[in-house]
């Protein structure tokens, strides 16, 4: 297969975008100067030799990024396109994975996109409940998977850009992000706030309902699922996810993010954890107050962590949300203050960005 012609002014923005300087002119060349080496690349093609220089700037910059050369020239040929690279490490000959490990990889790059599509289009949930959108499934459906990289076994997916959307009215001049550039980000931020939660539980600092805690950032049991399913078939090999930014958007910055498997198998029992409960129907918790919550719109609520218990399931340690009436709540105050250990029980529930209880007739029960 013919490879595409370099498009000189798409390497001059290809090289500015990663911080080469153009340092002026030489024999109708510009000289783009990077750390430690440079670069020829005519301004247009105008000699014979111009698509020589054009393709050994682009073998050049291949062996200084660690990247294949088809690669370079599609970020050339594509300066709205995000994406996504997963490095991940099986217990495989580098370049090569597992079957069933690359099946359950794809299926989980998948389900990342699809859980961050609905998150920008429907808002932070918890578990994500039903079937993805027209518009979700069209996203999905524009995104393109790359061949793999060396060096272990590297998925990449292009997330391709589509112009700025327009105004919403005559009213609202803000501009909004394309919506690829919207779920990558928020995927990213998402993997962020698990990472910190895992480490959270890794060091024993915090239970698996750590989790819930960053239902704002994105982390849901979807999400969790997918991130856990780039550990192998397993779940037991660590893995890497980076992202490179269009150059013909503002980007932000950040490093790789390094998930061991460790981590993934927290991510997984959390998971599973979140979706047994919600299952689950009526159950009794006994434990302490460790937190109060009212904000005068939604009704007061109080968390208990200490063992949570049903008739269908095992016993589990960790804390949840139970939904108390106004009198109750300033009851709970006082029991908070005294360390009163109590006994709750009622219908534990999923209620979009959390669990949480609704007491039967007993209420709260102080047992110590």
Not at 83 to 102: E, F, K, V, Y
Not at 227 to 250: E, N, Q, T, Y
Request: hydrophobic share 40%.
């Amino acid at each position: 297969m013919n490879e595409p012609a370099v498009d000189p002014a798409g390497l001059a923005g290809y090289l500015a975008s990663r911080g080469w300087r153009n340092e002026g002119m030489w024999r109708g060349a510009e000289i783009w100067e990077g750390t430690n080496t440079r670069l020829l690349v005519p301004p247009q093609r105008e000699y014979p030799d111009d698509d020589e220089l054009l393709n050994e700037a682009v073998a050049k910059l291949a062996a200084l990024e660690d990247r294949p050369e088809e690669e370079i020239r599609l970020d050339i040929a594509e300066p709205m396109v995000d994406t996504i690279d997963i490095r991940t490490q099986p217990d495989a000959p580098s370049g090569t994975i597992p079957l069933l490990s690359g099946v359950r990889a794809v299926d989980s790059i998948c389900e990342l996109l699809d859980t961050s599509a609905r998150t920008v289009e429907e808002g932070t949930q918890l578990i994500f409940m039903g079937r993805r959108s027209s518009s979700v499934q069209d996203f999905l459906g524009s995104v393109r998977l790359g061949t793999s990289k060396p060096g272990s076994y590297i998925f990449t997916a292009r997330v391709p850009l589509v112009a700025r959307a327009v105004q919403a009215s005559l009213f609202d001049e803000e501009e909004t992000d394309p919506f690829g550039r919207q779920v990558l980000g928020t995927l990213e931020r998402a993997l962020r706030a698990s990472h910190t939660a895992c480490t959270q539980v890794i060091r024993g600092t915090a239970s698996f309902d750590i989790i819930e805690d960053y239902v704002e950032q994105g982390v849901s049991a979807d999400l969790c699922e997918a991130v856990s399913g780039l550990a192998g078939h397993g779940v037991d090999r660590p893995f890497s996810i980076s992202f490179g930014w269009a150059r013909g958007l503002s980007a932000p910055a950040g490093e790789s993010i390094a998930f061991s498997a460790t981590m993934a198998s927290v991510l997984s029992q959390a998971a599973k954890q979140l979706r047994d409960l919600s299952r689950i129907g009526n159950t009794t918790i006994t434990g302490v107050i460790e937190d109060l919550h009212d904000d005068g719109i939604e009704p007061p609520r109080i968390k208990i962590r200490g063992e949570l218990q049903s008739s269908s399931a095992e016993a589990v340690a960790r804390a949840i949300w139970v939904v108390v009436s106004r009198g109750e709540y300033e009851r709970a105050g006082t029991l908070h203050y005294q360390r009163a250990y109590l006994r709750v029980s009622g219908r534990l529930s999923t209620t979009g960005k959390r669990l949480e209880m609704r007491p039967d007739s007993t209420g709260l029960e102080i047992i110590g």
